[in-house]
């Protein structure tokens, strides 16, 4: 009998990546996503999926039905990131990112139960460095999003484990992939629109360069993907390639942390 996985995102460099290594392992795959990634091989279906809809979700669900009836896992790697302020940005930022990193997710693992559920599958779900890190100034929106996704998953794996269904967080920290490449231009947008914060952000973004010295290729993280799949038992958390000083700040005092924002980029 086949192995098959569920992975959301594969248009994007590190639900992709994680297609290819687990293919490479005799997996499965389902790649979802709007546009699916163009992967060809003989065990790769690609399938449209919009993961804030319930009926897309729902219809995805029948087109996989028809291949097989259980999933060893789903891979929720799908999400989205904005940047910008918590008073400036527009009505219903807040909610369109949370509809597709969290409630995205919860639908895509709802509908599909039943299959990990008879696969005696598991359940990957990507959170982020920023789901345990420090709120960093402007990009509350992205970490709001994911700490949500970190109380989602230890909800979901106190309950699943009773079932005896693994639930895995993964907190990845700086890749090469499209989410990254699209900081600097939205940052950029967001210093031009800024009508109370404009000189705190242009003090802010040469600090955006620092993030890329420590970029990694998608492979790495889609390597970690293939152990918590396979692991016998997986742990509850995998990290890959956090940011250093954004751990480090992240153990201080609350206070000390609006403190050391405050006296850095005040003008």
């Keep these: 009998m086949g192995k098959y996985v569920l992975i959301t995102g594969t248009s ?28 060809e091989h003989p065990h790769f279906y690609g399938v449209t999926m ?25 891979v929720n790697v799908c999400g989205v990131m904005f940047m910008g302020s918590l008073i400036e940005e527009p009505a219903g930022r807040l909610e369109q990112i949370m509809r597709v990193n969290l409630l995205g997710m919860e639908r895509v693992n709802r509908v599909f139960f039943p299959m990990i559920e008879k696969g005696h599958g598991r359940i990957l779900n990507f959170s982020s460095e920023f789901g345990t890190y420090a709120v960093i100034p402007f990009n509350a929106f992205y970490t709001i999003s994911k700490h949500a996704v970190e109380s989602y998953s230890d909800g979901l794996r106190r309950e699943l484990q009773y079932l005896g269904i693994p639930v895995v967080t993964i907190r990845p920290g700086a890749f090469r992939t499209d989410m990254e490449k699209s900081i600097e231009p939205i940052y950029k947008k967001i210093v031009a629109s800024s009508t109370h914060y404009r000189s705190v952000l242009e003090k802010m973004e040469p600090v955006l360069g620092l993030g890329t010295l420590i970029l990694k290729e998608p492979d790495v993280m889609a390597k970690v993907v293939v152990k918590a799949v396979t692991a016998r038992k997986p742990r509850n958390v995998y990290s890959c390639n956090h940011n250093p000083a954004i751990k480090l700040m992240s153990v201080l005092p609350g206070k000390w942390i609006d403190k050391i924002f405050y006296y850095l980029f005040r003008v």
């Design 12 to 39: 994007g460099g590190i639900g992709k990546a994680a297609a290819l290594r687990l293919l490479e392992k005799g997996f499965e795959v389902f790649g979802c996503d709007r546009q699916p990634a163009s992967i």
């Design 50 to 74: 919009d993961v804030t809809s319930e009926e897309a979700v729902q219809a995805a669900f029948g087109r996989i039905s028809a291949v097989t009836d259980r999933l060893d896992a789903v």
